[in-house]
């Protein structure tokens, strides 16, 4: 079952690989991907209403003035919650590496946005979203080094969807203020989510190895 499980788990990330590699293709060459033709006229239509007035304010919570601040006062929390540096080191510098590895993404694809918004925190390059791909890196190690210290399972249940929430509204604030494509959005979830696991799994094994000595 479990065997099962891993293959339909590879076979849905290489589908999904390819999908976004054939996005990557058609921005290169100045196309714009079926998806975004089609999701376009969305945009237009909560412009000026209030679901755009609460997906602008959503948008701050992804933004590097908010989460600079905040992943530095959070990283002293989860040390002093867990009283361990590791998981510390690892919010901090999880949260830190997803955003160069988005930078660089940037600047590989270097996408033009669809407008530009220097108060949304929207300068620079497009593809893929670093609002949705570095709060699914900050905020899911975040869920996942608090309900660590949380025994009822309903209570997890809660903090789990509570940030699972917030991230969905942050990169999907992007797609509808403007200033990123849906593909944007979706690599970047994509993306980060990617790399949650993969710090999940690292400190996984840091713990292993510290638990052994």
């Known amino acids: 079952m479990l065997g099962k499980r891993n293959t339909v788990s590879i076979v849905l990330i290489i589908w999904i690989l390819l999908v976004i590699g054939t996005w990557i293709v058609e921005i290169m060459n100045g196309k714009l991907p079926y998806v975004d033709q089609w999701t376009r006229a969305l945009v237009e239509r909560f412009d000026d209403t209030y679901v755009y007035t609460f997906l602008r304010g959503m948008t701050e919570l992804g933004s590097t003035s908010f989460l600079v601040p905040f992943i530095f006062v959070m990283t002293f929390v989860i040390w002093w919650m867990l009283r361990d540096y590791v998981p510390a080191i690892i919010f901090a510098g ?12 940037k600047n590989l694809v ?19 979203s670093g609002h949705a791909m570095i709060s699914m890196v900050c ?3 975040l869920a996942y080094f608090i309900t660590k210290k949380i025994r009822s399972t309903k209570a997890i249940f809660c903090v789990q969807l509570f940030f ?7 990169g999907l604030s992007r797609f509808f203020i403007n200033v990123h494509y849906l593909t944007d959005v979706m690599t970047g979830f994509f993306l980060g989510f990617v790399c949650l696991i993969g710090l999940l799994s ?12």
Do not use: C
């Not at 999880?94 to 993404?105: M, P, R």
């Not at 270097?110 to 893929?128: K, L, M, Q, T, Y």
């Open 94 to 105: 999880g949260t830190l590496t997803s955003h160069l590895l988005n930078t660089v993404i």
């Open 110 to 128: 270097a996408r033009e946005r669809p407008s530009i918004s220097v108060a949304a925190n929207a300068e620079g390059h497009s593809f893929p």
């Open 164 to 170: 699972a929430m917030l991230v969905f509204l942050i």
């Open 139 to 141: 905020y899911g190690l």
């Open 202 to 213: 690292l400190y996984g094994t840091i713990q292993k190895r510290r638990s052994q000595t």
